[in-house]
C-alpha cells in the first residue's frame, strides 16, 4: 500500500506525521511550565522536590519528543531544516542553550557538591520553561507571518536579517507582536498544563495549601493565555498569507489565505475549536472541582490546538516557511521534501510510531498507578 | 558556490563541532557500556535475591543517572548543529542523512528514555522482572541510538546507496538498505560499542580500584571488578578485531586517510606499519622532508597485511593519492579535480540549459556530468594538497589509540587473573594502575573519534562534498560567539558533573 502512494500524498502525509510529534511535544511542555511553576507554587523545600520529582519523570519524555520533531523534520522536509536551522541561527541556537541547561538541572539540583546550589539549576528549569518555549512559540509564529531569507540556485540559505532569528521576536513590527503573542500563548498554556499534570500526578493530600494554590494557577494561567490566543486566531481570519498560484509553484501573496484554508478544511476549525473546549473544561474543572483528570482534556486539546497550528500553514497549497524578502524562496510541503524513495522508507518506519506509544502508555500506566508522595522525594533515587 | 566563502568561519565551524561532538563523546561511551554492566549486576541481584548486589546495582545507576543526564545535554545540541552550522551539508544529504537520525528517535531515544525512567524509579513501583527488564532495554535502547547515528556517520566516510540529482542538486537515497548495511556502518557500530563497553568496565574498575586501595566498600568492589573485567576482557579482544577490520574498509574506501595515520607519503609494496616514530610536524606533501624526526622502527609488511590482507601488497601514499600513479593505476587528486571541475561545469550548463527550457542541451550536459560526477566535490577544490587530512594530528591519534588498545586486555587479565588468586588487594601496583585505567580509555575513545574525522579531512561526505561547500552562511564572529559559549557551558557542567560524582563515590553504597 504504501508503495502505491504518489510524491504528493506522501509530502502530506509526513507533514501530518511532523505535525502529529510538534503537537504531542506542546502538550507534554506541561514540563516546562511545571518547571516554570515551580517557585511560585512551591513555598517550601518538600513542596519543592515533590514539583521537581513528579517532573522529573517525565522531562526526557518531552525532551525526546523535541528531539524527534527535529529527526523527522530533518528527515522528510531537509530543505526547512537547512534553511530554518542555518538561517534564523541564533533562535535555534537560544532555545537549544535552555534545553541544553534543563537536562541536567533535575539530576543535580539537589545533589551534593553540584558547585553552583540549587538555585541556579532551578533558575535553568524556569528558564526553559519560559524563554525556551516563547522562543519556540515566535520560531512557530514565523510559519505565519515569514522570515527574512533567500534561496541561491543550490537552494543555500543567506538570512537577510542580522539578528538571525530573533527579530521574529525582537524587531518593532506587526509581525513580531503575532510571534510573541504565539509564544506567549504557549508559554501560560503550558503552565496550565504544568499546574494541570502536577494535581494529576501529586498526593496532594499531603500539601493541601499546594494544591488550593495549583488549581488557582490552572484558572489563571488559562485565562492568560486566552487573550493571546483571540489575538492569533483573530488574525488568522484576516491575515493575507503566502499561497502556491500554479503548477509551477509560484508563490504569491493571497489576502485571507488562513480563513480561506480554515474554510477550504472545515476539519481544520473543528479541530481547533474541540481543542480550545477541551483545553477550557479541562482547567475548569481542575480548577473549580476537586477533578484530578483534566491533564489529560487539556492535553488532548492542545495536541488538537497544535495540529491546527502547524497544518494550517502548510496544506491547501500554502508556503510554511514563507520568505518576506524572495517570496520564491518560499518553502512549500512540495519543495522543501525528501524524494518519494526517502518519505516511502520513513513511512515504512513510521508504522513502529504505534507501538512505540503503546509501550510507553503501558510503562507509564504501570509507574503512575501510585502517585508521587513525600516519601518518594527522600529515597536516594530522587531528584 | 563558493563565493564569499569565509575559510575562518568553516575552521571555527569543525572547532565548535569538534568541541560539542568530543564533549559529548565524554559521556556517551560510559552510558553505552556500563548499561550493560548494570544490567548483569541488576540480573545477579535478581536471580540471588542478596541485597549486597542490590546495593551495588543502585550504586552504579546512581553514577550512570549523573552521566546520562549530561549525555542527553551535551546530544541535543550535536542534532541540530548539522541545521545551524552546517546548513548545506543538510540540504545537500539531508535525504539521506536525516533518515537515521529519525530512526534513532523513533526506535532509540523513547526505548532508552521510556525504560530509564523505570529503572530508576521503578523498584517499588513494577515487578522485579520487569524492572529487571527495564534496565536491560536502557542497554539496549542506548546502544540502538548508538546503530543509527553511526550508521549515519558511516555514510558520511562511505557514501554508499545513494546518487546525486541535478535537478534538486542534492544527494539522494536509492537504496536504504545499502546504506544501514554498510559494511563500514557495521565496523564502526561494533567498533564504538565494544569499545565502550570497554570504557564502562574501567569505569567500574578505577572506581573499585580506589575502593581496595582505601580498604572501604571491599566486597562491592571485588564483586564489581570480577564482572566488568571479565566483560572488559571480551570486549577488548573483540575491539581488537573489529578495529582491524575497520581499518581494512579504511584502505579500501578512504586511502588517503590510511596514509595519513602512518604517515605514508610514498607508497609502498611490503609497507610496514609504525611501531615507535615522531612525525615530522612541516613535511608537506610535495616537498622532500623525511616524514619522521629520528629515530623510528617500522614492522614490516604490517601495513600491507592490514590494508590488502597480503603481506606483498602495495599500499598508496599521500603523493601517490595527490599527483596520482599510473604504474599502479591510481588517480591523484589533481586528475580527478580536472574531472570535477568539468563535473561542476556540466552541472551548472545542464541547470542553465534546463532554466532554458533547451531539453536537448540538458541531456548532452547531464551525460557529461554523469560521467564524471564521481569526482564532483574534487571539483570544489582549489589546490590538490587539500585533498591531504592535518597528517601529524591524524598520526598521533591512532597510534595513541593502538598502543592502549593493545595495552587494554593485558590489564583485564591481569584483574582477572589476580581476583582468582585472591590476591587482587594486594597487587597496589596494578590497583594504582586500574584507578587511571578509565582516563586511558578515554583518551583512547577520544583518539578515535580523532582518527575518524579529522582523517576524513577535508570532506564532510568523502570524495563527494568538501566541508567547504558544507558550512552555513554564517560570519566567523557568530560561530566563534557560539563556539565560547558553548566551551564555558560545556566545561562548567563537566566540572559540576566531575564534582558530584566525586563525592557520590565518596559516598560509596552504603548511603545509596
Known amino acids: 500500500m504504501i508503495e502505491r502512494l504518489d510524491y504528493a500524498t506522501l509530502q502530506h502525509l509526513w507533514w501530518l506525521l511532523c505535525s502529529v510529534v510538534g503537537a504531542l511535544f506542546l502538550a507534554m511542555t506541561f514540563v516546562q511550565g511545571g518547571q516554570s511553576l515551580l517557585w511560585q507554587m512551591a513555598k517550601n523545600q518538600t513542596e519543592k522536590d515533590l514539583i521537581i520529582n513528579s517532573l522529573g519523570r517525565k522531562w526526557e519524555l518531552t525532551f525526546t519528543t523535541l528531539v524527534l520533531f527535529g529527526g523527522a523534520l530533518f528527515a522528510s522536509f531537509p530543505k526547512f531544516y537547512s534553511t530554518s536551522f542555518g538561517g534564523a541561527y541564533w533562535v535555534w541556537v537560544l532555545i537549544l542553550f535552555t534545553f541544553i541547561v534543563q537536562a541536567v538541572s533535575y539530576e543535580f539540583r539537589r545533589k551534593p557538591w553540584n558547585i553552583f546550589g540549587s538555585l541556579v539549576y532551578e533558575g535553568f528549569l524556569f528558564l526553559n520553561g519560559v524563554v525556551g518555549i516563547l522562543l519556540i512559540g515566535a520560531a512557530v509564529g514565523t510559519f505565519y507571518t515569514g522570515s527574512n531569507f533567500q534561496l541561491n540556485d543550490s537552494n543555500f540559505v543567506t538570512w537577510t536579517h542580522p539578528l538571525r532569528g530573533l527579530e521574529a521576536a525582537l524587531s518593532p513590527s506587526i509581525s513580531s507582536i503575532f510571534n510573541i503573542a504565539m509564544g506567549l500563548f504557549l508559554v501560560f498554556n503550558a503552565r496550565t498544563l504544568g499546574a494541570m499534570y502536577l494535581i494529576n500526578n501529586l498526593e496532594l493530600g499531603e500539601v493541601p495549601e499546594m494544591e488550593t494554590r495549583l488549581r488557582s494557577a490552572c484558572w489563571q494561567n488559562l485565562l492568560l493565555s486566552l487573550p493571546f490566543c483571540l489575538l492569533i486566531v483573530g488574525s488568522l481570519l484576516f491575515m493575507r498569507g503566502y499561497g502556491i498560484v500554479d503548477a509551477k509553484g509560484t508563490i504569491e501573496i493571497v489576502s485571507f489565505k488562513y480563513l480561506r484554508n480554515l474554510l477550504a478544511n472545515p476539519w481544520l476549525l473543528g479541530l481547533l475549536v474541540v481543542g480550545l473546549g477541551l483545553l477550557i473544561v479541562g482547567a475548569w474543572k481542575t480548577a473549580k472541582t476537586s477533578e484530578t483528570r483534566g491533564i489529560w482534556l487539556g492535553g488532548i486539546g492542545t495536541v488538537l490546538i497544535g495540529l491546527t497550528v502547524l497544518l494550517l500553514p502548510a496544506y491547501n497549497s500554502t508556503a510554511f516557511y514563507p520568505s518576506r524578502v524572495d517570496l520564491q524562496s518560499s518553502l512549500t510541503i512540495y519543495n522543501a521534501s525528501s524524494s518519494p524513495y526517502t518519505l516511502k522508507v520513513m513511512t515504512y518506519v513510521a508504522l513502529a510510531i504505534p507501538f512505540v506509544l503503546a509501550y510507553i502508555a503501558y510503562v507509564w500506566r504501570l509507574m503512575n498507578r501510585e502517585k508521587i508522595r513525600i516519601e518518594d522525594t527522600g529515597d536516594k533515587a530522587a531528584y | ?512
Open chain 2, 1 to 512: 558556490m563558493i563565493e564569499n566563502l569565509d575559510l575562518g568561519m568553516v575552521n571555527w565551524a569543525r572547532a565548535q563541532f569538534a568541541l560539542t561532538a568530543m564533549y559529548h563523546w565524554i559521556f556517551v561511551p560510559l552510558t553505552l557500556g556500563i548499561s550493560w554492566i548494570i544490567a548483569f549486576y541488576h540480573t545477579i541481584y535478581v536471580r540471588t535475591g542478596s541485597e549486597e548486589w542490590k546495593r551495588l546495582t543502585k550504586f552504579w545507576m546512581k553514577l550512570f543517572g549523573i552521566n546520562f543526564a549530561i549525555g542527553v545535554a551535551t546530544g541535543i545540541i550535536m542534532e541540530f548543529e548539522f541545521g545551524t552550522n552546517w546548513s548545506n551539508y543538510s540540504w545537500m544529504v539531508g535525504d539521506i542523512f536525516g533518515a537515521p537520525l529519525a530512526i534513532e528517535g523513533i526506535v532509540a531515544f523513547f526505548l532508552e528514555a521510556t525504560f530509564f525512567a523505570v529503572m530508576f524509579f521503578g523498584w517499588n513501583r513494577v515487578s522485579k522482572g520487569f524492572h529487571l527488564f527495564s534496565t536491560w532495554m536502557v542497554a539496549v535502547g542506548s546502544n540502538l541510538s548508538a546503530v543509527w547515528i553511526l550508521v549515519a556517520n558511516a555514510w558520511m566516510q562511505y557514501p554508499v546507496g545513494q546518487a546525486f540529482n541535478p535537478d534538486t542538486a542534492r544527494f539522494e537515497m536509492q537504496n536504504f538498505f545499502e546504506v544501514a548495511f554498510s559494511p563500514y556502518a557495521v565496523n564502526k557500530f561494533t567498533h564504538a560499542t565494544s569499545s565502550s563497553m570497554m570504557l564502562g568496565a574501567f569505569f567500574v574498575i578505577s572506581i573499585s580500584s580506589w575502593y581496595l586501595l582505601r580498604g572501604r566498600h571491599v566486597l562491592m568492589a571485588k564483586r564489581s571488578i570480577v564482572v566488568a573485567a571479565s566483560l572488559g576482557l571480551i570486549a577488548s579482544i573483540f575491539t581488537i578485531f573489529n578495529g582491524d577490520e575497520s581499518a581494512y574498509e579504511i584502505a579500501q574506501v578512504q586511502p588517503m586517510k590510511l596514509a595519513a595515520f602512518e604517515g605514508l607519503y610514498e607508497g609502498q609494496t611490503n609497507a610496514g606499519l609504525v611501531a615507535f616514530g615522531i612525525i615530522n610536524r612541516d613535511k608537506k606533501v610535495y616537498d622532500t622532508q623525511p616524514a619522521f624526526t629520528g629515530f623510528n622502527i617500522h614492522i614490516p609488511g604490517v601495513l600491507s597485511l592490514m590494508a590488502n590482507r597480503s603481506f606483498g601488497s602495495f599500499v598508496p601514499g599521500m603523493k601517490d593519492l595527490v599527483y596520482g600513479n599510473a604504474e599502479h593505476n591510481i588517480l591523484g587528486a589533481v586528475q580527478r579535480m580536472e574531472l570535477g571541475k568539468k563535473a561542476v561545469t556540466s552541472l551548472d550548463a545542464y541547470r542553465q540549459a534546463k532554466k532554458a527550457g533547451d531539453e536537448a542541451a540538458a541531456e548532452v550536459q547531464l551525460a557529461a556530468f554523469n560521467e564524471n560526477k564521481a569526482h564532483l566535490g574534487y571539483g570544489y577544490l582549489n589546490k590538490p594538497e587539500e585533498a591531504v587530512p592535518p597528517v601529524a594530528l591524524s598520526f598521533n591519534a591512532f597510534h595513541v589509540m593502538i598502543f592502549l588498545g593493545t595495552l587494554f586486555p593485558l590489564i583485564f587479565i591481569g584483574y582477572l587473573y589476580f581476583s582468582y588468586k585472591r590476591t587482587l588487594e594486594q597487587k597496589k601496583w596494578l590497583l594504582g594502575l586500574g584507578t587511571v585505567t578509565y582516563i586511558l580509555g578515554m583518551i583512547a575513545s577520544q583518539a578515535g573519534w580523532i582518527v575518524a574525522e579529522v582523517g576524513r579531512q577535508p570532506w564532510s561526505i568523502q570524495d563527494l562534498l568538501p566541508v567547504t561547500i558544507a558550512r552555513t552562511n554564517l560570519t566567523a564572529g557568530t560561530v566563534q560567539t557560539t563556539f565560547f559559549m558553548f566551551l564555558v557551558l560545556f566545561t562548567l557542567l563537566l566540572i559540576a558533573e566531575i564534582s558530584i560524582m566525586v563525592k557520590q563515590i565518596n559516598i560509596g553504597p552504603e548511603e545509596n
